[in-house]
C-alpha cells in the first residue's frame, strides 16, 4: 500500500461575491479532485485553536505534531529547510523581499509581500549588494545579525547568540496579512524593535533606486526594495515520523517550510527542477518526484503545491482559481491514472493545509475539507468543497488525525 499527501495551500476559502457567491473550490469543476472525495469526505480542524494560522501551524498538525507544544518560530523551520541549523542561543528571522510604494520609508505602502514574485539572479544581487552596503551592515553586526540570501524573496536572518533576545517579547508583523496597507503602524515592536526597524529603513534606501528596481519598473514590475523579518524562531526538533507512523516518508515541495518540517522529523526532500512555488511550477516534475519516492521505497510521499495560497496573498482570484485547476488537471489527475503502476493499492489524502481568503488577503483558521480515496474502494465522485465536506458530518476535531485516518 502506497500513500499519498496532497496539499493545496490555501485552496479553502469563503464565498466571494466575484464568484458568484461561490468559495473556488465551489465554482470550479475539478473532475479529479470529485473522484477523491468518493471516499471519505469531511472537514478537520488542522489549525488549533488559539494558535496563529499559517503553513508553518497547520502542516506540523497534518504530519501529527502539535504545533502548542513544538512549535519555536516558522523561520526555524524555514531555516531548516535551507539546511541552516540553528545553535543554542540562535534566533532565526524570516526575511521577505517586499515591495514598497512611496518615495518616503515612513509613508510608504506594502504593496506586496513578496516583491512582485522576484527570484532567480534578481533576487540574489539585490540581497548581496544589500548585505555589502556598509550603513547596513553596520547596523546588522550591532545586534549580531546576519542574512542567509536565496534566489527567491524568502531569506533567513539569524541572531547570534551573544546578542539573543527575550523572543517571547519581540513583536512582527507578518505583511502578507497587511498588503496594501501604510507600514508605519506595523513595524517590529518590543525587544529589538527599533534596531530591526532600522534595518528595514536601511534596507529601503539601499534598495528603492537599486538598477535592479529601476528596471523592473520599467518592465512593469514591482520593486523589492525592502527587508520584512518576522516568524522568530529558535531550534527546533520534532518526534521522527517513522517513530509515530512505523512508515519512509517523502515530502516533494518548493518552499524550505516544507523541506524544514519534512527534514526535522526525518522525511526525504527530494528537490525538483523549476518547481517554484507560483502558479508556473513544474506539476509534471512534482508528480514524477512522488511517483520516483514511492517507487523508491517510501511508503509515504506528500506534494505541496503552494500557488493557490500566494494567488489569495496576491488578491488574485482568477490565479487562485488557475492554481486549483492546474492542481487537478496536472497533480491529481495524473496521480490517480499512474500510482496504479507503482502499487494497485493506494490511498490519497487531500486537503487545504488552512483556508486563504481572497476578501481578506489573509489566513484562517477554520476547519479546512479533507478527503480521503482508496483505489480499492473509490466510490461515486463526489463534489469537493467546503459546504459538502461540512454537510457529510465527518468532522476531525484536530490535525494529527488526520494522518492517522490515512494509514488506518
Ligand atoms: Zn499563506
Known amino acids: 500500500m502506497k500513500y499519498v499527501l496532497v496539499i493545496g495551500d490555501g485552496i479553502a476559502d469563503e464565498p466571494v461575491d466575484a464568484l458568484g457567491g461561490k468559495t473556488p473550490l465551489a465554482a470550479l469543476d475539478c473532475p479529479n479532485i470529485n473522484r477523491l472525495a468518493g471516499g471519505r469526505l469531511g472537514m478537520c480542524q488542522t489549525v488549533p485553536h488559539g494558535v496563529t494560522a499559517g503553513s508553518d501551524t497547520a502542516i506540523l498538525s497534518i504530519f501529527g505534531y502539535d504545533p502548542r507544544t513544538c512549535y519555536t518560530g516558522r523561520s526555524a523551520l524555514e531555516a531548516a529547510g535551507m539546511g541552516v541549523m540553528l545553535n543554542p542561543g540562535e534566533t532565526s528571522l524570516r526575511v521577505n523581499l517586499c515591495a514598497l510604494e512611496g518615495d518616503s520609508f515612513d509613508t510608504a505602502k506594502i504593496l506586496s509581500h513578496n516583491g512582485g514574485s522576484i527570484e532567480g539572479e534578481e533576487a540574489v544581487e539585490l540581497m548581496e549588494d544589500l548585505v555589502r552596503d556598509p550603513r547596513f551592515a553596520s547596523l546588522a553586526a550591532a545586534v549580531g545579525f546576519t542574512i542567509h540570501i536565496t534566489p527567491t524573496f524568502r531569506h533567513t536572518g539569524v541572531i547570534d547568540a551573544a546578542h539573543e533576545p527575550d523572543r517571547s517579547r519581540m513583536h512582527f508583523t507578518e505583511p502578507h496579512n497587511i498588503l496594501g496597507s501604510d507600514i508605519a503602524g506595523y513595524m517590529p515592536t ?209 490535525g494529527p488525525m488526520l494522518l492517522r485516518a490515512l494509514f488506518a
Open 190 to 398: 518590543g525587544e529589538m524593535g527599533a534596531e530591526i526597524t532600522a534595518l528595514m529603513r536601511a534596507s529601503f534606501e539601499v534598495l528603492r533606486d537599486h538598477p535592479v528596481n529601476v528596471r523592473r519598473k520599467a518592465e512593469g514590475k514591482l520593486p523589492a526594495n525592502c527587508i520584512w523579518p518576522w516568524g522568530p524562531g529558535s531550534a527546533m526538533s520534532l518526534a521522527s515520523f517513522d517513530s509515530l507512523y512505523h512508515k519512509k516518508g517523502s515530502a516533494v515541495s518548493a518552499v524550505p517550510l516544507v523541506w524544514g518540517i519534512a527534514g526535522l522529523c526525518g522525511v526525504d526532500t527530494p528537490r525538483v527542477e523549476g518547481a517554484t512555488a507560483e502558479l508556473d511550477t513544474n506539476y509534471e516534475g512534482k508528480v514524477q518526484a512522488v511517483l520516483d519516492a514511492l517507487a523508491g521505497g517510501a511508503d509515504f510521499c506528500c506534494v505541496h503545491v503552494e500557488a493557490p495560497d500566494e494567488c489569495a496573498h496576491a488578491g488574485d482570484i482568477e490565479g487562485k482559481c488557475e492554481a486549483i485547476r492546474r492542481l487537478d488537471s496536472r497533480v491529481v489527475g495524473p496521480l490517480l491514472d499512474q500510482l496504479g503502476a507503482v502499487d494497485p493499492d493506494f490511498r490519497i489524502l487531500i486537503l487545504s493545509d488552512h483556508p486563504t481568503l481572497l476578501n481578506t488577503r489573509g489566513h484562517d483558521g477554520n476547519p479546512v475539507p479533507f478527503a480521503i480515496y482508496d483505489s480499492r474502494e473509490p466510490g461515486e465522485p463526489r463534489k469537493f468543497d467546503e459546504a459538502h465536506a461540512r454537510a457529510t458530518g465527518d468532522f476531525l476535531a484536530e
